[in-house]
C-alpha cells in the first residue's frame, strides 16, 4: 500500500497528523497508568496501612513472592487452562464449526443461526452471568432438563466450577470467532474445492488442505484478539463463582483485583497484572509464529 | 437445490448439517429461557419453566426512573459517545497506517494492543488517582473518553483492516485532480468505509455496555451512573430474592443493545460485514 | 542498564503526577463531605445523614453537607474509601469507618486524631468505656466515635426445638449442649429442617471467619492474635477444637448441605427464606438478623417474633464467663485531609448526639453505646435487638485489627472449607494455616503452640 512517499518533513508531520486524537487519547488515558503499573509492581504500594504512607522500592520482591505463591501457580495454570478451554479450542473450533456448517445454506438459516449466536454475544457481560447463574444453579433450568431423564441434581457451580465459566464464556463470545470464519470462508473461492473434490479429495481433506490454508491468515488475526479478550476476562467469572469455590476459578485477572483491591496490596496486584500480560503475549507469540500473518500470500 | 436431491449424499449431508445447526441454536437459546419466563411469571425463581402466569407487574416495578431509565441514559450516553469517538479516531488514526509506509506501523500497532491487554481492573487505580487530581472524578463526559481509548486499539486494527481492503487507486486519481488528503478520505474513503465504521461502532458499544467496573470507580453520583453498574448492585442486593424482576431489568438493558445491532445489520444488507478485516 | 535512570525518572514523573496528589486541595472550608455506606438492607446511615445534612445545614447557613453514599458491599465500600482516601482532593472530611481499619487508615495516614476534641464534648461522658479500646489506635490516640455496636449468639424456632423435645427457652452451657440440641432437632424432622447453620468456607467469606470461627475460638481460651506479645497464634488447643466443632457440625449432616453453604448469597438465603419458612432451627448469626424481618425489609415476615429467639453462644465447656461474642462496630472518623476540621468535628457531633443516635440504633438494629440512649424510653420501645444479645457486649470479643487480618482471616475460611467438605482432617487444616499464616506475617512475627 506504499502509495505516497514524496514531501519534506513538513509533508510527513502533515501525513501523521491524522493519527493524533488516537494517540493523544490513548497516551493521555493509559501512558501514566501503565508507566505507574510497571513501578508499582517494584514497590510495596497499598492502598492503606503504613505502607500507603511511605511507599518503598523493593526491588523484585513481588516477583520474587509471585514465584513462591502457590495461589499464584494455581491462577496461572487456570488462566491457561480457562484460555486454552474457553477461547482457543472452545470458541475457535465452536466458531469455525458453526461458520463451516452455515456456510451453504439457505438465507433463514443463516441469518436464524447468527441472531441466535449473536444474540448471547450483544448480552451485556453482567446479565450474561446472572444467565448462567440461573442455568446451572442447583434449582436451575439446566438441572430441570437433567432431571427429566433422571439425573441427579447438583450445583453445577459447585461440582464443575471451571467447566461452568468455560462454558459462559464459550456461548457468549463465539458469534465473534463464527463472524470473522464467515467472513473469511465468503472469501474462499469455491472452484477451487470443486477441483479438489474432483480429484477425489474426500469433504475433509478439502477442508483440510484447501480451506483452512486459505483461512490461516484469519485464523491467526482471531486468534490473537480472541486470546487478548479472554484472560481479561473479569466480570462474567466475578458475577458466576466470584473465583471459588476454593479458589478453583480464580483466573489472574481475579488473583488480581483480589490482591490489589481487597487486600489493598497494589505492589503485588500490578505484579500479576504484568505476568498475565507475560501470559497472554505467550500465546500470542505462538499464533504469530505458528500461522504468520504477516506473511504476504 | 437441484443438485443436493440429485445427489442422496449430499442430502444425507445437508440434513445432518441442518440437524447439527439445530442442535447448536438450542443450546445458544435454551440459557436465555430463564431471563424470558422469569420476566414475566409472578412467581419466578431460577427454575426456567413455563410461566405460572402471565405478568407484567416485574416491567412495572423497574421502569421507574432511578432504576431504569436515568441509568440507561447514561449508558447510552457513556457508551454510545464512546463508539462515536472510537469510530471517529480510528478512522483518523488508521488512515496514515494503511496509506502510507511508516516503519513503525507494526510496532505501533503491536505495543498498542498489548498495552491494553492489561487488564483494565489492574490500571484502575492509577485512573481514579489520575481522574482526582485532574478534577474529572464523577465526570460523565471524561468516564466516555477514558472508556473509547480503551476500545481504540481494537478500533485501529479493525479499521485499518478495513481500510486496506478499499483499493488505494481512487484516491491516487482524487490526488492527481489536485483533492486534498483530507477531501479524499471525506469523499472517497469514509462513504466506502461506513460498513466497517458501523461494525467498530457496535462491537464498541457491546463492549463498553457491559461494562460496570469502569463507570463504578469513575463516577460518584447515584443520578449518574449507567445501567451496568445498576444491574449489578441490583443484583447483588435483591438478585436472590427479586429474580423477576432482575430478569425483568435485565431484558430491558438488553434490549437496545440488540435494537442498535439488528439497526446495524439490517443497514448493512442484513450481513455483518467483517470480510477483510481479519487479515493481521 | 543505562536506561535505568530514564525509566526511572520517567515512572517518578508518573508516580508524582498521578499518585502523589501534588496540587493543593481545591476543597472549599464550609463544604464537609460525609462518606458512608448505603447498601442491601442497611440504609441506617443514609437516613441519619440525610437527617443530619437538613438540620445542620439550617443550623450554619454558611455550611454544606455534601453526602457521598456508596452503594457497595462492606469490602468494595472499604476500597472506595481508600481510593478516596489515597486522593487529597477527593479524601472525605467525615468518614463513616469500620471501627476495625482504624488502625491500617492510621497508619496510612488517612485519619487525624480527635483527642482534643473528645475531651471539650459534653456528651463524651455518656459514652461507655468498652467503646474506647475500638477507636483507640496503637499510637494510643483517639480516632473515631462509635455510632453502635452489635454482637452475635444463637437465633432459634422456638417452635422446631420445642417440638423436637428440647426444652424451650433454650440456654445452652457447653457447645455438646448445642450439638445435642442439633442432633434432636435432625431425629425429628430429618431432612426436612436444616438444625444448624454455622457460616464457613471462602464464599460466605467474613461471615465465615466472625459468626462462624471466631464465635467458636473466642470460646475456647485461646485466640487469633496475642494482644500483650504482639504475635499471631497458630496451633492452638481451641484453634484445633473450634475446627472439630466445624467437622461434626458438617460431617453429622446437623448443617447445611456443603452446596448450599457454599453459596455467596447463603446469609440472605437463610435469613429471607430458610429462616422464616422454618426450614432452619438453630442459627449462629448477627444481634441485627431482625433487620432480613422487620417491615421494611425485602421479605417482611412480621411473625418473627413469635418463633425466634435468641440465646448467647456458650463457651466450649462452659467455662467463664460461661458465653461468648464477637462484636463490630461502625464509627465517625475525621478525614486528616479536611481543610475544616473544627467544622467536620462539628458535624460529626451533630450525627452524634442524642436524638440521632437514637434514629441510628433503631434503624440499623445497632445496639447504642451511649447510656442516655440506651436507657431511653423512646429506644426502648423500639429496640429491635433481643436484652440477651445486648447483654453480651459484657463478654464479647472484638478481631484483631491488623493490616494482614483479611489475609489471615481468608486462610481461616479457607481451613474451614477444607475441612467441612472433608478435604482434611482438623489437624492438617490447623498446620496448613500454621504455614499459611506465618507466610502472611512472617514467621517472626508468629508464636506456634
Known amino acids: 500500500m506504499a502509495a505516497v512517499t514524496a514531501g519534506g518533513p513538513r509533508a510527513a508531520a502533515l501525513r501523521l497528523l491524522p493519527l493524533a486524537p488516537a494517540v493523544l487519547l490513548l497516551l493521555a488515558f493509559f501512558a501514566g497508568p501503565i508507566v505507574w503499573t510497571v513501578w508499582a509492581s517494584f514497590t510495596n504500594a497499598a492502598l492503606t496501612g503504613a505502607a500507603a504512607a511511605d511507599t518503598r522500592f523493593v526491588g523484585f520482591a513481588n516477583f520474587a513472592r509471585l514465584l513462591a505463591d502457590p495461589a499464584f501457580l494455581d491462577a496461572t495454570v487456570l488462566t491457561a487452562v480457562f484460555l486454552l478451554a474457553s477461547g482457543v479450542v472452545g470458541q475457535t473450533a465452536l466458531g469455525l464449526v458453526l461458520a463451516l456448517l452455515a456456510r451453504h445454506r439457505s438465507a433463514p438459516v443463516r441469518g436464524a443461526v447468527t441472531v441466535v449466536v449473536v444474540?448471547?454475544?450483544?448480552?451485556?457481560?453482567?446479565?450474561?452471568?446472572?444467565?448462567?447463574?440461573?442455568?446451572?444453579?442447583?434449582?436451575?433450568?439446566?438441572?430441570?432438563?437433567?432431571?427429566?431423564?433422571?439425573?441427579?441434581?447438583?450445583?453445577?457451580?459447585?461440582?464443575?466450577?471451571?467447566?461452568?465459566?468455560?462454558?459462559?464464556?464459550?456461548?457468549?463470545?463465539?458469534?465473534?470467532?463464527?463472524?470473522?470464519?464467515?467472513?473469511?470462508?465468503?472469501?474462499v473461492p469455491t472452484d477451487l474445492e470443486e477441483a479438489a473434490r474432483v480429484d477425489g479429495a474426500g469433504r475433509l481433506q478439502v477442508l483440510w488442505h484447501v480451506v483452512l490454508p486459505l483461512l490461516r491468515r484469519t485464523l491467526a488475526t482471531t486468534l490473537l484478539l480472541v486470546t487478548l479478550q479472554t484472560v481479561q476476562v473479569f466480570t462474567l467469572i466475578y458475577?458466576?463463582?466470584?473465583?471459588?469455590?476454593?479458589?478453583?476459578?480464580?483466573?489472574?485477572?481475579?488473583?488480581?483485583?483480589?490482591?490489589?483491591?481487597?487486600?489493598?496490596?497494589l505492589g503485588y496486584g500490578t505484579a500479576v497484572a504484568l505476568a498475565l500480560l507475560v501470559v497472554a503475549g505467550l500465546f500470542s507469540a505462538v499464533y504469530i509464529r505458528a500461522l504468520r500473518p504477516e506473511e504476504v500470500r | 437445490m437441484t443438485r443436493s436431491v440429485s445427489s442422496p449424499s449430499r442430502a444425507a449431508a445437508s440434513a445432518a448439517a441442518h440437524l447439527a445447526l439445530a442442535v447448536l441454536a438450542a443450546a445458544f437459546l435454551v440459557p436465555l429461557l430463564w431471563l424470558v419466563f422469569a420476566a414475566v411469571d409472578p412467581r419466578a425463581s431460577l427454575r426456567a419453566r413455563p410461566p405460572s402466569g402471565l405478568t407484567l407487574d416485574h416491567f412495572r416495578a423497574v421502569l421507574t426512573p432511578e432504576?431504569?431509565?436515568?441509568?440507561?441514559?447514561?449508558?447510552?450516553?457513556?457508551?454510545?459517545?464512546?463508539?462515536?469517538?472510537?469510530?471517529?479516531?480510528?478512522?483518523?488514526?488508521?488512515?496514515?497506517?494503511?496509506?502510507?509506509?511508516?516503519?513503525?506501523?507494526r510496532p505501533f500497532l503491536y505495543t498498542v494492543l498489548f498495552a491494553t491487554g492489561l487488564p483494565l481492573t489492574a490500571i484502575m487505580v492509577p485512573v481514579y488517582s489520575m481522574f482526582v487530581q485532574a478534577g474529572l472524578l464523577d465526570s460523565r463526559f471524561a468516564t466516555m473518553l477514558f472508556l473509547a481509548a480503551s476500545s481504540l486499539p481494537f478500533g485501529i486494527w479493525l479499521t485499518k483492516n478495513f481500510l486496506d481492503g478499499v483499493p488505494v487507486e481512487l484516491e491516487e486519481a482524487a490526488w492527481v485532480d489536485g483533492a486534498s488528503a483530507w477531501q479524499s478520505?471525506?469523499?472517497?474513503?469514509?462513504?466506502?468505509?461506513?460498513?466497517?465504521?458501523?461494525?467498530?461502532?457496535?462491537?464498541?458499544?457491546?463492549?463498553?455496555?457491559?461494562?460496570?467496573?469502569?463507570?463504578?470507580?469513575?463516577?460518584?453520583?447515584?443520578?449518574?451512573?449507567?445501567?451496568?453498574?445498576?444491574?449489578?448492585?441490583?443484583?447483588?442486593?435483591?438478585?436472590?430474592?427479586?429474580?423477576?424482576?432482575?430478569?425483568?431489568?435485565?431484558?430491558?438493558?438488553?434490549?437496545?443493545?440488540?435494537?442498535?445491532?439488528?439497526?446495524?445489520?439490517?443497514?448493512?444488507?442484513?450481513?455483518?460485514?467483517?470480510?477483510?478485516?481479519?487479515?493481521? | 542498564m543505562r536506561r535505568t535512570p530514564i525509566s526511572l525518572s520517567a515512572a517518578a514523573l508518573a508516580a508524582a503526577l498521578t499518585a502523589a496528589g501534588c496540587g493543593a486541595s481545591e476543597d472549599d472550608p464550609d463544604t464537609i463531605t460525609v462518606v458512608y455506606q448505603d447498601y442491601g438492607t442497611f440504609h441506617a446511615a443514609d437516613t441519619l445523614f440525610r437527617?443530619?445534612?437538613?438540620?445542620?445545614?439550617?443550623?450554619?447557613?454558611?455550611?454544606?453537607?455534601?453526602?457521598?453514599?456508596?452503594?457497595?458491599?462492606a469490602e468494595d465500600y472499604q476500597t472506595q474509601v481508600n481510593l478516596m482516601n489515597g486522593s487529597p482532593a477527593e479524601a472525605p472530611d467525615v468518614i463513616y469507618e469500620d471501627t476495625f481499619t482504624i488502625n491500617q487508615d492510621v497508619e496510612a495516614g488517612y485519619l487525624a486524631p480527635i483527642d482534643d476534641y473528645w475531651a471539650a464534648w459534653p456528651d463524651a461522658e455518656q459514652y461507655h468505656a468498652r467503646a474506647d479500646a475500638a477507636v483507640t489506635a496503637l499510637d494510643g490516640h483517639r480516632y473515631g466515635v462509635?455510632?453502635?455496636?452489635?454482637?452475635?449468639?444463637?437465633?432459634?424456632?422456638?417452635?422446631?426445638?420445642?417440638?423436637?423435645?428440647?426444652?424451650?427457652?433454650?440456654?445452652?452451657?457447653?457447645?455438646?449442649?448445642?450439638?445435642?440440641?442439633?442432633?434432636?432437632?435432625?431425629?425429628?424432622?430429618?431432612?426436612?429442617?436444616?438444625?444448624?447453620?454455622?457460616?464457613?468456607?471462602?464464599?460466605?467469606?467474613?461471615?465465615?471467619?466472625?459468626?462462624?470461627?471466631?464465635?467458636?475460638?473466642?470460646?475456647?481460651?485461646?485466640?487469633?492474635?496475642?494482644?500483650?506479645?504482639?504475635?499471631?497464634?497458630?496451633?492452638?488447643?481451641?484453634?484445633?477444637?473450634?475446627?472439630?466443632?466445624?467437622?461434626?457440625?458438617?460431617?453429622?449432616?446437623?448443617?447445611?448441605?456443603?452446596?448450599?453453604?457454599?453459596?455467596?448469597?447463603?446469609?440472605?438465603?437463610?435469613?429471607?427464606?430458610?429462616?422464616?419458612?422454618?426450614?432452619?432451627a438453630i442459627s449462629l448469626e448477627g444481634s441485627w438478623a431482625t433487620?432480613?424481618?422487620?417491615?421494611s425489609a425485602n421479605q417482611p415476615w412480621p411473625e418473627w417474633a413469635d418463633t425466634m429467639r435468641f440465646a448467647p453462644m456458650p463457651t466450649r465447656e462452659g467455662q467463664d464467663p460461661g458465653a461468648t461474642s464477637m462484636s463490630g462496630g461502625w464509627s465517625l472518623a475525621l478525614g486528616s485531609a479536611s481543610t475544616n476540621p473544627d467544622l467536620a468535628w462539628e458535624v460529626m457531633a451533630h450525627a452524634l448526639n442524642r436524638e440521632n443516635a437514637t434514629l441510628f440504633a433503631v434503624e440499623g438494629a445497632q445496639i447504642p453505646l451511649r447510656d442516655d440512649v440506651a436507657s431511653s424510653e423512646e429506644f426502648q420501645a423500639a429496640d429491635p435487638t433481643p436484652d440477651a444479645a445486648a447483654d453480651l457486649v459484657?463478654?464479647?470479643?472484638?478481631?484483631?485489627?491488623?493490616?494482614?487480618?483479611?489475609?489471615?482471616?481468608?486462610?481461616?475460611?479457607?481451613?474451614?472449607?477444607?475441612?467441612?467438605?472433608?478435604?482434611?482432617?482438623?489437624?492438617?487444616?490447623?498446620?496448613?494455616y500454621a504455614d499459611e499464616v506465618a507466610g502472611v506475617v512472617g514467621p517472626d512475627n508468629v508464636r506456634e503452640g
Not at chain 1, 463463582?241 to 496490596?265: I, K, N, S, V
Not at chain 3, 464465635?215 to 488447643?237: K, N, Q, V
Open chain 3, 394 to 432: 459484657d463478654v464479647t470479643h472484638f478481631r484483631p485489627a491488623y493490616g494482614d487480618y483479611p489475609r489471615v482471616s481468608l486462610a481461616i475460611q479457607q481451613a474451614m472449607e477444607a475441612v467441612m467438605l472433608g478435604d482434611a482432617t482438623p489437624e492438617e487444616a490447623a498446620a496448613a
Open chain 2, 67 to 105: 432504576t431504569v431509565f436515568v441509568p440507561v441514559g447514561n449508558s447510552l450516553l457513556l457508551c454510545g459517545g464512546a463508539a462515536l469517538v472510537t469510530v471517529a479516531a480510528s478512522v483518523l488514526a488508521a488512515y496514515p497506517l494503511s496509506r502510507y509506509t511508516l516503519r513503525f506501523r
Open chain 3, 146 to 280: 462509635m455510632l453502635g455496636t452489635d454482637t452475635r449468639g444463637l437465633w432459634y424456632n422456638a417452635d422446631l426445638l420445642e417440638r423436637a423435645g428440647v426444652a424451650v427457652p433454650w440456654e445452652p452451657a457447653t457447645w455438646d449442649e448445642v450439638l445435642e440440641a442439633a442432633r434432636a432437632v435432625k431425629e425429628e424432622f430429618g431432612a426436612e429442617v436444616t438444625p444448624l447453620n454455622v457460616y464457613a468456607g471462602t464464599p460466605a467469606g467474613e461471615m465465615a471467619s466472625m459468626q462462624g470461627f471466631q464465635m467458636l475460638l473466642s470460646g475456647t481460651g485461646d485466640t487469633l492474635y496475642d494482644e500483650d506479645a504482639r504475635e499471631w497464634r497458630t496451633g492452638t488447643p481451641g484453634f484445633l477444637a473450634s475446627l472439630e466443632f466445624v467437622r461434626a457440625v458438617y460431617a453429622e449432616g446437623l448443617a447445611l448441605d456443603p452446596r448450599d453453604a457454599l453459596n455467596p448469597a447463603v446469609g440472605t438465603l437463610n435469613n429471607e427464606e430458610r429462616i422464616p419458612a422454618g426450614e432452619l
Open chain 3, 51 to 73: 437527617k443530619v445534612k437538613e438540620e445542620f445545614e439550617a443550623a450554619h447557613p454558611e455550611a454544606t453537607v455534601e453526602l457521598r453514599p456508596i452503594e457497595a458491599p
Open chain 3, 291 to 295: 433487620q432480613s424481618w422487620i417491615e
Open chain 1, 119 to 187: 444474540g448471547a454475544w450483544v448480552v451485556p457481560e453482567v446479565v450474561a452471568g446472572f444467565v448462567w447463574v440461573a442455568f446451572l444453579e442447583r434449582e436451575g433450568t439446566l438441572n430441570a432438563l437433567l432431571g427429566a431423564v433422571g439425573a441427579a441434581p447438583q450445583n453445577w457451580l459447585y461440582t464443575a466450577p471451571m467447566l461452568a465459566v468455560v462454558l459462559a464464556n464459550v456461548w457468549k463470545g463465539t458469534a465473534f470467532s463464527m463472524m470473522t470464519y464467515a467472513a473469511g470462508l465468503a472469501e
Open chain 2, 185 to 280: 478520505l471525506r469523499f472517497l474513503v469514509v462513504p466506502l468505509l461506513a460498513p466497517g465504521m458501523a461494525v467498530v461502532g457496535v462491537f464498541t458499544l457491546v463492549a463498553t455496555w457491559g461494562n460496570f467496573f469502569v463507570p463504578f470507580i469513575l463516577l460518584k453520583s447515584p443520578d449518574r451512573l449507567p445501567a451496568a453498574v445498576r444491574v449489578y448492585t441490583f443484583f447483588d442486593q435483591y438478585g436472590t430474592v427479586r429474580y423477576g424482576e432482575l430478569a425483568a431489568f435485565s431484558l430491558v438493558y438488553t434490549l437496545p443493545v440488540v435494537v442498535l445491532y439488528l439497526a446495524v445489520s439490517r443497514a448493512l444488507g442484513g450481513r455483518f460485514a467483517l470480510g477483510g478485516a481479519m487479515k493481521g
Open chain 1, 239 to 265: 458475577v458466576m463463582t466470584a473465583g471459588g469455590p476454593g479458589g478453583r476459578t480464580t483466573t489472574l485477572p481475579l488473583l488480581m483485583y483480589q490482591e490489589a483491591l481487597r487486600f489493598g496490596d
